[in-house]
Each structure stands twice: as structure tokens, then as C-alpha cells.
């Protein structure tokens, strides 16, 4: 692993794919549940994603076999990222959403078939897969990777206290057409399409327990009723500076404060937690406050510190 897969400060980078459709006239996103064995967020519901690697900094074989020139990746993905690390998340998150939903954001100049796609599917799905494969698949196939078809949405950094810290890239685009989404059966076990909205009342129930950065992303997209209204905001939108999240331990559970909380840069955060059930607010109601209520993240008001 080299000094960009984990920095001095054992942060770990990640890419996300946010991955759109419309249906019936309604916004729907993908989900993938992780697998109950998981290391990090076991059980939860997440975008598909996952670690960049260090295959994916390999510059020089992507920038031949991508749809944008370097300037191009600079103005799309800066200006916070050089070009080889802007290019390393982009592979990541091409390489990922395949990987863990048989999602392949690629195309061949000899117009790729179904089949095609099918068979890389199969090859992604293989017992004993060899860390090089995504590297080989794209050099001796001659994909060109879609980058274009990319948008950043988000930057995410995992709080201070977590023991898994990741340094998160979410990328949004639509769901290409053609394609069908299918979890990879080990580190995903499930994958759900459904409306923001519907997202976040199942995770209110219980029935699709959603990680704390999926909770704020849905409850962003919850505002956007079709791809039109999303594709305009996706188009004029940047990283935006890094959202830092700090965990409050609790006995029982843990509160998670972001940063637009008014205390967010309070030293000492005092939280009672008797007062918890009564704080949790409904599906679309501003937040700024997570709680994790056995083993369910539920957005809370502010008047917890009353």
C-alpha cells in the first residue's frame, strides 16, 4: 500500500458512485447492502465503492484509455487534486461500481455488445479474481473508461474516533442504459433501487439501515424530483471542502455532529441522552445530527442540549 492508498494519518482513500435512473417520473438511486462480515459499516446500506488501489494510480496506462484529457480531468475533478490523483479516484470509482455492482462504466470503439458486457460481468464475479484483473481487463481489451460521464458530488472524511478512516471521493452519474445491477455476492450481498425518499423511511424503520455519509447524501437528493432537475445541480457542482464529521461516544450508541451543526466547533459537546427517542426528527426534515439507536443511524434535532 502506498503513501496516496493511506496517509501519515491512517486515512485510508475511497471512491463512491452514486448511481441515478428515473423511473415512472421519479428519482431513484442504487443501493447496495455490505456484507454482515464487513469490516466497516457491516449490514448497512452504501452507494457501491470502495478503496483506491494501487493499480488505480497507474497514469500512465489510464490516461490512454479514458474519454478525457488530462486538462479535461483537471477542470472537471480539480482543483483541490493533482491530475494523476484526480484520474486514480475516477479508475477507482469505475473499477468499484463493476466490481461491486456489475456496473461498467466503459465502452469499446467497436461499439461493445451485451455479450460484452456479460462476460466481464462473469469474469468480475469469479472465485480467486487476481488484484491486477481491472488493470489487464482495460489494457488488453482496449475499454475506454467513461469518465465523462462522471460528476462529483461530495468529499467525505470519517470522524476522528472512528477505527476505519476513509478519505471519500462520491461521484454521481446516471445508470447506463442496457446494464442491470447485480451485487457481487461477498462484499455486497443486496441491492435495492428506490426513490431518496424511500431510502430514508426505510432506514427510519429499520428495514435498510443506511450509513451516516448514504443518510445526508439521500436526504440531499430527496429535494430532486427527476434526472433533469439533478442533472443541472450535478453539472455546476464541485468537491466542496471536506465534510468531517466528529463522533460523540455514548454509552449506549454514539451521536454524530456535522459540520453545519451550530456546536460543531464547541471543544466539549454535552449530549443527554435520555433525550435521544424524543429528538429523532421525520423523513425530510433538516439535520445536522446523527444517532446510532441499535445499530440504526437516525437524524435528531437540536434539542437534545436543552
Known sequence: MNAFDTNSAGITQAATVILTREQAGTLQVYLLKRSPKSGFMAGNFVFPGGTVDRDDLNFKLFNRYCDLTPDEISVRFGPDLSDEHALAFCVAAVRETLEEAGIFLASRNDLSSTADLE????LRLAAGLEKDWF??????????LSLSKLCSWSHWVTPVLMKRRFDTRFFITDMPPGQTCRPDARE?????????????????SG????????LVTLHELSKYRTLKDLHFEAANRSWGPPIQPRLVPLTEGAVIIEPWDPMYHQADIQIEPAKLPASVLPVGTPFSRIWLDQGIWKPIGMKIDE
Open 188 to 204: 455486497t450481498v443486496q441491492g435495492l433501487w428506490l426513490s431518496p425518499r424511500e431510502g430514508l423511511a426505510g432506514n427510519m
Open 119 to 122: 462476460r466481464v460481468n462473469r
Open 135 to 144: 488493470v489487464r481487463l482495460v489494457e488488453n481489451e482496449h475499454w475506454r
Open 207 to 214: 428495514d435498510i439501515p443506511l450509513s451516516p455519509p448514504t
